[in-house]
Every structure is written in structure tokens, then in C-alpha cells.
């Protein structure tokens, strides 16, 4: 897979490196994204059922505590207390008042409550002792008639209450019953036990009202058994009835997802306890919110990298076009075609300044054929030159030796010494082996140079010398510093009040080059003429040589073709103070080279 990529081209690894790169931070803002934007839906959810079933457990604990509010309003009515207590005698002549007293407790239990159709009043031995119908058709309702825990319903503990529906069969409707049984308040005897009756459909309608679907809601008594739900479908991820924590009014309902996260079941307690809601709250609307914030995220992510990855191939021309550019001139310069250049603008990017080394590379291989191939031209010409002038050497040698003979034997020494210097320089001049020669050399050749010299202007001329003996052995090219010093000769020389001209060449080792200082007394060099003297030597001269006379800028040229471009000769003057002209060579001796 790696490999495969690298095979591509920089156009393709620039799209897709900028698509993989961008990919990785969107995937994981969409994430965010995703999981942030469900998670508010899923908390505006948990807020709303929340709402819900706290107003609903609220409206259904007080429907269900009237029912108990209601049975125990019967401690009011003494006479009814011992109707309960001690059963019914007809022959008592308090019978008339029990009569309305129970008349009265019926209205008062209609005007509580007026889903109540049937009210039956149990004696402390189980036995009816009374009961009421809201029309004629209830008197057929009888506790035995298919009413499930009959006999739990008469024998309840302290301060609990029983609840349940059963399908009456002689009816042919389904009831809701609520038991409480009445006990002496201070000695906690049973007394009595008091049943209502409501038809299922007015329980249903109580409960849907404050219900919508899919909603589902569950009512579970005391023995675990539903007494009362909209819809079975969840009957699996409902939790069976559990003896709450003691106070119930501080127990809080709770309100949590199932294991798959598709479903938010409430369970809360009523009557005291007696009774278990739940409710639970499908995750329909939350589903189709989730799918649509997936959509819209897959979306907008698509998006993005459709317009990344389009972004990316338009932008990579600003980066490969130039590269393309500079491949096709590589390849005209490899073969053979250095003339060539690349357009460079005005950015200081990498592929401008890779541009820029391109052309500058081009043009200094330019300048190197150029150098070697004028450089060949000029050893040529000086070839041409000096067999034209050079008029068979030893003719000259053995004239020089024949003129010095002579003066020997007329006993004059000193002509025999100038043809003997004048000799050396023609056998210096005229030697054709290596052009390359040492730095002691050279300094002979000054010193022949000088001695003739000397003895033409006599005092007028003084001399010095001071190079180590260490820099003898170094090489340099031919002709170096003789041009240098009979420039200062010719230019110095009988021009100041003194008329002595003192020249002084020395040499010392700088930071691994050799610099070479010739120093005069003369009168030195107008700044105008100076500055055009520096000038001329930092710009090549096209000119070939004329004649065997080299000048300073014919050294100054040499050097730089030879040794580079850091190599060469700088002149330090002032007018009245004297002229230096330093030259610089490679510090390198036979076989190293320190440069």
C-alpha cells in the first residue's frame, strides 16, 4: 500500500495527503458533533418525561389517596364505627341514625370522588354490613363474583391498601377495586374494612389523560401484579413491584434507559407506597432525531472533503506546475543546454527559491565553461605570443654570456652580474613545463627583477623582503608579483619630494590563504582614480592579452580563473600616505592542498 503511493505522482500525493490529513480532525469533529447533539436530545428527553411523569405520579397519588382519605373519614361517624365494630341490629333504636349517617358518608364520598360506583362497608368479622350502588345495575356486584385476593381485600395490614380490576362476569364489564381495611388508631384492632368500586374505563380515561402515545403506563399493586397498563408490548423491561424505602415521601422516582438505550422507564410510588407506576417513553422521536443528525453530519462531512479534495487539486498546480517547469529545463540541461532559465517571482516560497538556485546554478556552470574555455584561449594566445616573440632563447642565452664573458675580461663585474640576473629572468620566462610555479621562485624572480633595477636608479630605489620560510615552499601561478612591483616602479617612483622610492613585500598566513602585501612610500592614488581602479578589477575584461606585459588586472584575473573567485588582488591607498596592494593565494604545498 505504502509502496503504491510513493509510485504516484506529487500531484496525486498532494490531494490525497491533504484529504487524509483534513479527514482524521472531521471525522472526529462530526463525532463530537454527533455524540454531543444526541446527548442534548437525549437530555431534553429525560426533561420532558421527567415533567411528565412528576405531573402525572402527582394527579394519580392524589386519585388514588382520596380513596383513602375517603375510608378513613368513616372515624367521624361514630354510629358507622359501630356498625362496622359490632354489626347490624335492626332492633336497636339507633338504627335510624346509622341510616343518616350513612347517607351523609355516601354523599360525602360522591362529592370526593365521583368515579366511585359502589361502596361496601365490612364488618371486623368480614361480614357486610352495608353498601351502596350508584345506580341499580352495581347491586350485582358482589366480592366473590371473580374478585381476585377476596379475602386479602378484608385482612390488610396497618395503613395498607389493595388495589386490583377484575372482568365482572354477569356485568360483562371490568372494574377497578380499592381496599382499606380500618383499625383502632390507638390499639391497631381491625375494625372494619371498606371497598370501592370504579368502572376501568373512568380509571383509564383519568390516566390517558395526562398520557400520550406511545407513552406506555403500568400500575402494579402490592403482590407485584399489573393491575393496569396501556399496552403489554414492554411488559419485559418492566421491573417487578418492590417493597420501597420508609419514608416514601422521600423516596424520588427515578428515571433511566434501558440496556439498548431505546427505551426511558419511570418508576415511581403512589398511596403510600401501595402502588408501583411506570411509565415508559419509547425512543421514536429520539431515533428519527439521531438518523437525522446522522444524515445532516455524513452530509456536511461529504461535503467538506468533496470541497477539500476539489481545493486540493486546484491549489496543488500553484505547486506542482513550477516543479514540472523546473523538471522539463533539468532535462534540457542534461542534455547539454545550460542557456536556459526559469521564470522567478517575487515570493520567497520553496519552490521560488528552489528556482532561483536552479537558475543560479545554470548560470555558474555557464560562467565555469565560459572561464575554462577563455582561460584555454588565453593560454593559447600566450603560447602564440611567446613563440612569437621568443626568438630562439639560446641565441639570447649564449649573447648574454658572451656580453658578460667580455666584461669579465675587461673587469667589469657588475655588467656580468646584470646579464646573469637578466638570464635567469629569460630561462623564468621562456620555461615551458608546469605554468604553475612556488612563492620562492617568484620571489628570485623579484629579486633579478630588482637587482637590474637598482642598478639603473642606483639610491633611488630601496628594496625589502620579509616572507617566512615556511610559506617558501607554497605554489602560485607564474608571474605574480614581478607585474606587481614594476607597477609600483613605474608609477611611484620619482614622484614625491624625497625622490627615494622604498618598497616592501611580505607575506603571512591568514585563515588558510597566503596574503601577499607590496608596499611603497610613493604618492599614492587620487580617490577618484582609485575607485575606478578597484572597480575595473571586480569586472572581467573580455580582452585577450596584449603582449607579453602582464598588468595588474591581467594577475588579478589570473588568480580568480585559477584558484576562484576569493582569491585575487586588493589595493589600499591614500593620497600622500603610500599604496598597498595585497594579493591573495591558497595556502597549498606540493601534494596538500589547505584551501
Known amino acids: ?174 372494574f377497578f377495586v380499592y381496599g382499606v381495611t380500618i383499625y383502632d388508631p390507638f390499639y391497631r384492632n381491625k375494625i372494619g374494612t371498606v371497598l370501592f368500586f370504579v368502572q376501568s374505563r373512568d380509571l383509564k380515561k383519568r390516566l390517558e389523560s395526562y398520557n400520550r402515545s406511545p407513552n406506555v403506563i403500568v400500575l402494579q399493586n402490592s403482590q407485584a401484579e399489573t393491575f393496569y397498563q396501556t399496552s403489554s408490548i414492554y411488559e419485559e423491561q418492566i421491573k417487578k413491584y418492590s417493597v420501597p424505602e420508609f419514608p416514601v415521601s422521600k423516596v424520588k422516582h427515578e428515571l433511566n434507559f434501558n440496556d439498548k438505550h431505546d427505551l426511558l422507564i419511570d418508576t415511581s410510588y403512589l398511596d403510600h407506597g401501595n402502588v408501583q407506576l411506570n411509565i415508559v417513553y419509547p425512543n421514536t422521536e429520539l431515533d428519527k432525531n439521531r438518523k437525522y443528525i446522522l444524515d445532516i453530519t455524513l452530509l456536511a462531512l461529504f461535503v467538506v472533503i468533496s470541497f477539500i479534495y476539489l481545493f486540493s487539486l486546484m491549489s496543488q498546480q500553484f505547486i506542482t506546475k513550477p516543479i514540472h517547469r523546473l523538471g522539463h529545463m533539468m532535462k534540457v540541461v542534461r542534455n547539454g543546454d545550460f542557456s536556459v532559465s526559469l521564470k522567478v517571482n517575487d515570493w520567497h516560497d520553496d519552490i521560488s527559491e528552489l528556482s532561483r538556485n536552479f537558475n543560479f546554478m545554470t548560470r555558474k556552470i555557464r560562467d565555469l565553461i565560459e572561464s575554462e574555455y577563455e582561460m584555454k584561449l588565453r593560454n593559447k594566445e600566450a603560447q602564440i605570443i611567446a613563440l612569437q616573440t621568443q626568438i630562439n632563447p639560446h641565441f639570447l642565452y649564449n649573447t648574454l654570456q658572451t656580453i658578460g664573458g667580455k666584461a669579465v675580461l675587461n673587469g667589469d663585474y657588475e655588467i656580468h652580474e646584470m646579464c646573469s640576473a637578466l638570464g635567469d629572468m629569460f630561462r623564468y620566462s621562456f620555461y615551458e613545463g608546469n605554468k604553475e610555479s612556488t612563492l ?33 615552499g607554497c605554489q602560485t601561478i607564474r608571474f605574480v608579483l614581478q607585474p606587481i612591483v614594476e607597477n609600483a616602479i613605474v608609477h611611484a617612483l620619482g614622484k614625491t619630494l624625497t625622490t627615494q622610492l622604498h618598497i616592501r613585500l611580505s607575506a603571512r598566513k591568514q585563515d588558510g590563504s597566503i596574503l601577499i602585501a607590496v608596499q611603497d612610500d610613493g604618492p599614492g592614488i587620487e580617490p577618484q582614480e582609485l575607485i575606478a581602479l578597484q572597480h575595473m578589477l571586480k569586472i572581467r575584461s573580455p580582452l585577450e592579452y596584449s603582449g607579453i606585459s602582464m598588468g595588474m588586472k591581467n594577475v588579478n584575473e589570473r588568480l580568480k580563473m585559477v584558484y576562484g573567485s576569493a582569491f585575487g588582488i586588493e589595493i589600499e591607498s591614500a593620497r600622500g600616505q603610500g599604496t598597498t596592494v595585497f594579493i591573495t593565494i591558497p595556502y597549498e604545498k606540493r601534494g596538500t592542498r589547505h584551501v
Open 1 to 174: 500500500m505504502i509502496k503504491l503511493f510513493l509510485n504516484r505522482s506529487i500531484k496525486t500525493k498532494i490531494v490525497w495527503i491533504n484529504v487524509v490529513i483534513s479527514l482524521i480532525p472531521l471525522l472526529l469533529l462530526a463525532l463530537i458533533f454527533y455524540k454531543t447533539s444526541t446527548q442534548l436530545l437525549e437530555k431534553t428527553m429525560v426533561r420532558n418525561a421527567d415533567q411528565n411523569a412528576g405531573y402525572l405520579s402527582e394527579y394519580l397519588n392524589k386519585y388514588f389517596n382520596s380513596f383513602s382519605y375517603s375510608a378513613l373519614q368513616v372515624y367521624g361517624f361514630k354510629s358507622i364505627m359501630n356498625l362496622m365494630e359490632n354489626g347490624s341490629d335492626y332492633n336497636n333504636a339507633d338504627i335510624i341514625n346509622v341510616r343518616d349517617s350513612l347517607s351523609n358518608y355516601y354523599r360525602l364520598l360522591q362529592s370526593q370522588n365521583e368515579d366511585v360506583i359502589k361502596i361496601m362497608i365490612y364488618g371486623k368479622k368480614n361480614k357486610l354490613e352495608e353498601s351502596w350502588s350508584k345506580a341499580d345495575t352495581y347491586d350485582a356486584i358482589q366480592l366473590g363474583n371473580g374478585v381476585p385476593h377476596s379475602d386479602e381485600l378484608l385482612d390488610l395490614p396497618f395503613q395498607h391498601t389493595f388495589m386490583t380490576t377484575y372482568q365482572d362476569a354477569k356485568l360483562d364489564r371490568s
Open 440 to 472: 620562492s621562485l617568484e620571489l628570485l624572480h623579484v629579486n633579478n627583477y630588482l637587482f637590474i633595477q637598482k642598478i639603473r636608479f642606483e639610491e633611488l630605489l630601496q628594496a625589502e623582503i620579509d616572507v617566512a620560510e615556511e610559506l617558501m
